[in-house]
């Protein structure tokens, strides 16, 4: 599976500023995705990231809050912008699901926390 | 509405068997996923099942029924660093994976 690195591993981030975290994967992959996990809760997708267009949000997700680079096939950022305590949570960067059997590989997730 | 059921927590013991169950209402589906989580980590694949019946992956084997919308995760022989959380997710008819919130796997010695 691809090795995925994901920086930075953690930061402690005052209300209102801005924080870009940098996923670079071993590979060219087609599919990348951002997904954020609030404590004590399940996965929640933010967006696809796209090589070469827009990334794809979910639903509750806008790109002013968290746009998203996608320069080539083996890097992604995703900034959290203007952020608040609400936005305290593990930020994951994962790659792979490109066919009905292939399992996501995670990066190990960037914890944020927003004072 | 799509949906993924597991149960918030469960306690075993070190060297006994633990099965953690999923219950699942997706549209569509191409496919079950398991991952193990360690506290501040990040998910890691263990097991995909996409027909039914069990696949068996060393101590770790995963069951799936498609007619029920159930599958269930079996550890054997558990150790404690399987203290973890299991998280269950179903492949749904738009190759969106549906999450569920993970079971918090406690192991006593």
């Known amino acids: 599976s691809a090795v995925i690195s994901q920086k930075p591993s953690r930061d402690i981030c005052q209300r209102g500023t801005s924080l870009t975290i940098q996923c670079q994967v071993d590979?060219?992959?087609?599919?990348m995705f951002w997904y954020r996990q609030q404590p004590g809760q399940s996965l929640t997708l933010i967006a696809t990231a796209n090589q070469g267009s827009e990334a794809t949000y979910e639903s509750g997700f806008v790109i002013d809050k968290f746009p998203i680079s996608r320069p080539n096939l083996t890097f992604s950022t995703l900034t959290v912008s203007n952020m608040s305590p609400e936005d305290s949570s593990i930020y994951l960067c994962s790659v792979g699901g490109d066919t009905d059997n292939s399992p996501l590989h995670f990066g190990n997730g960037t914890r944020l926390t927003v004072t | 509405g799509q949906n993924i059921d597991q149960p918030t927590e469960m306690t075993a013991t070190e060297g006994a068997i633990v099965q953690i169950n999923c219950t699942y209402q997706t549209s569509g589906f191409n496919g079950l996923f398991w991952y193990q989580q360690h506290a501040g980590e990040a998910p890691t694949f263990l097991s995909y099942?996409?027909l039914d019946g069990l696949e068996e992956k060393g101590r770790f084997s995963s069951f799936l029924s498609r007619s029920k919308g159930y599958s269930y995760l079996l550890l054997k022989e558990l150790q404690m660093k399987d203290s973890a959380s299991y998280l269950c997710a179903v492949m749904d008819s738009n190759y969106q994976l549906i999450w569920g919130a993970g079971t918090k796997l406690i192991i006593k010695p």
């Open positions: 590979s060219q992959v087609t599919m």
């Open positions: 099942n996409v």
